[in-house]
């Protein structure tokens, strides 16, 4: 799955920009403007995002922190190898995505969103096997298609760059989870 951390990377670097900006670090593209609006984005923020960009964030981490639960989970529960590999790479990505949100403003904690709380609570009571396996994809399911959501929502009227960037990293990777557990739910049966 190096296509993940080269994603990743990515939106690590997309975070990093407006730190650039603000050193002066960024350069002139030759194209009018589009020098002036780079740092016109990094020195609006100041190490601060603005309102729908700081809303993206934290509906973004409340979803992956319930993900992340999840998934650590299913990484001990699960009993079908597919679901096991999915789960561990559910938490590495999600344990990132945290790590690059905390770095654009260190103010954002993960909580679950209260929505979804009950799913955490079902696996952790639920017993491992081919039912736990079907529960977990189901909720990975509802999860990433609400993951996905909330990056549609943001990149409709986004205006910060690094910020649609890393959304639009993020919905390539959540489009790319759901066909796999669409893979995955069709082999559990």
Known sequence: MDRRMIL????????AGPVAAQTGQTGQTGQSGQAG????????????????????????????????????????????AGVKQFAKFEHDEQTTI??????????????????????????????????????????Q???????LAIQEEYLKGGKDVHHTGMAKLARAMIREHLVHLGELQKSLG
């Open 98 to 139: 945290a790590e690059v949100l905390r770095s654009m403003d260190a103010s954002l904690k993960p909580a679950p969103d209260p929505k979804m709380a009950d799913m955490v609570q079902k696996l952790q009571s639920a017993q491992a096997g081919a039912a736990f396996d079907k529960m977990y994809v189901t909720g």
């Open 37 to 80: 609006q780079t740092g016109q984005a990094g020195a609006g923020q100041r190490g601060a995002m603005g309102n729908a960009e700081m809303e993206h964030a934290r509906k973004t981490l409340m979803a992956g922190t319930v993900a992340l639960q999840t998934s650590d989970i299913a990484m001990q529960k699960a009993s079908n």
């Open 8 to 15: 990743l990377a990515l939106g690590a670097a997309a975070a």
């Open 141 to 147: 399911i509802e999860g990433h298609q609400n993951l």
